[in-house]
C-alpha cells in the first residue's frame, strides 16, 4: 500500500437469521460512517473466525458496531443471561480477539455500543447484563415503538473525565447523547480509562492508557447522522486522521523493505 492510498476500514458484522438463510448482517449507518475515514471492508462473523492477523495486514483502521446481540456472560465470568436474551457466539469469535490483536498492533479502533462493551470485555472487564434493573442507574434503553428520529434523539448527557482524549479533542465538558442498551461497563478492564460518564454514574466512554494506537469506545451511536453532531463528526474525524496516520505508516514500512 502506498502512504497516499485511501485507508481500509473494517466493519464488524453480525450473524442473523433473515428468513430462511444465516446473514452476515451491519447496519447501513455504520458501514457509511466508517466511509468517511476510508473505504468500508464488512468482516463476516463466520463459524470459523478470521485469522486477526491476516485481517491486520490489510486493515488500516477498524469499527467495531453496534447490535442488538450480547456478548455471551462466559467470556467475563458473567452469571447466565436472562431467557431471551440474544447472542451471536460466531460475532464473538469475530472480534474478542481481534479486538486484542488490533490494539497491540497499534491498529486504530473505534468501538461502539455492542463493540465498546465487546472493548471492556476482551481486556478483561466484566458487564452489567440489564443495568434498568439495577437501583441507581437510569433505564438506558430506547422507547421500542418509537421512530428511529426519537429513538436516536438525544436522552441524557454526558460529563467528559479531565485530562482525557475527549479533552484532547477539544470536546465540550457536557453534552447530550442518545441511548439504546441495556447492558453496560461493571468492572473496568485494567488500562481503560473512562473518557465520559452518564448523570447516574455509567460508563459511557473509555479510551486505552498507552495504546500504541487509537483506542476508543462510546456506548452510545454517535454514527446515527454522524454529520450533523458536532460531537460525533469530532470523534469520526479523530478516528479517520489516525486511519490515515496507520496507512502512512504501513506504506512507509513497505516501501522500505
Not at 447496519?27 to 485469522?51: H, M, N, Q
Not at 467495531?64 to 456478548?71: E, I, L, M, W, Y
Not at 465470568?77 to 447472542?87: C, I, M, P, Q
Not at 490494539?103 to 476482551?122: D, H, K, M, S, W
Request: one cysteine or more.
Amino acid at each position: 500500500m502506498s502512504a497516499n492510498a485511501v485507508p481500509l476500514i473494517g466493519v464488524s458484522a453480525c450473524r442473523q437469521q433473515v428468513g430462511k438463510n444465516a446473514s452476515h448482517t451491519v447496519g447501513d449507518k455504520y458501514v457509511e460512517a466508517a466511509g468517511f475515514a476510508g473505504t468500508p471492508l464488512i468482516l463476516p462473523a463466520r463459524d470459523v473466525a478470521s485469522d486477526p492477523r491476516a485481517l491486520l495486514a490489510i486493515l488500516d483502521g477498524i469499527v467495531f458496531t453496534g447490535s442488538p446481540s450480547n456478548v455471551e456472560p462466559h467470556h467475563y465470568n458473567g452469571a447466565a443471561s436472562a431467557e431471551g436474551t440474544r447472542h451471536d457466539p460466531a460475532r464473538d469469535r469475530l472480534t474478542l480477539p481481534l479486538l486484542q490483536a488490533a490494539i497491540a498492533a497499534g491498529v486504530p479502533v473505534l468501538c461502539i455500543c455492542r463493540g465498546f462493551q465487546e472493548l471492556n470485555v476482551a481486556l478483561g472487564g466484566s458487564l452489567h447484563q440489564r443495568v434498568q434493573d439495577l437501583p441507581g442507574y437510569l433505564d438506558h434503553r430506547e422507547p421500542e415503538d418509537a421512530p428511529l428520529e426519537v429513538q436516536y434523539g438525544p436522552r441524557h448527557p454526558v460529563r467528559i473525565e479531565a485530562g482525557g482524549m475527549f479533552e484532547r479533542l477539544g470536546l465540550a465538558e457536557q453534552f447530550e447523547v442518545n441511548s439504546l442498551h441495556s447492558q453496560g461497563i461493571d468492572r473496568l478492564a485494567p488500562g481503560l480509562r473512562v473518557e465520559a460518564k452518564a448523570p447516574d454514574g455509567l460508563i459511557e466512554a473509555v479510551s486505552l492508557r498507552d495504546a500504541p494506537g487509537f483506542v476508543l469506545g462510546v456506548q452510545w451511536h454517535p454514527e446515527w447522522r454522524f454529520a450533523e453532531n458536532p460531537v460525533s463528526l469530532r470523534l469520526f474525524q479523530a478516528f479517520r486522521e489516525a486511519c490515515i496516520a496507520h496507512a502512512a505508516r504501513q506504506g512507509s514500512r513497505q516501501e522500505a523493505v
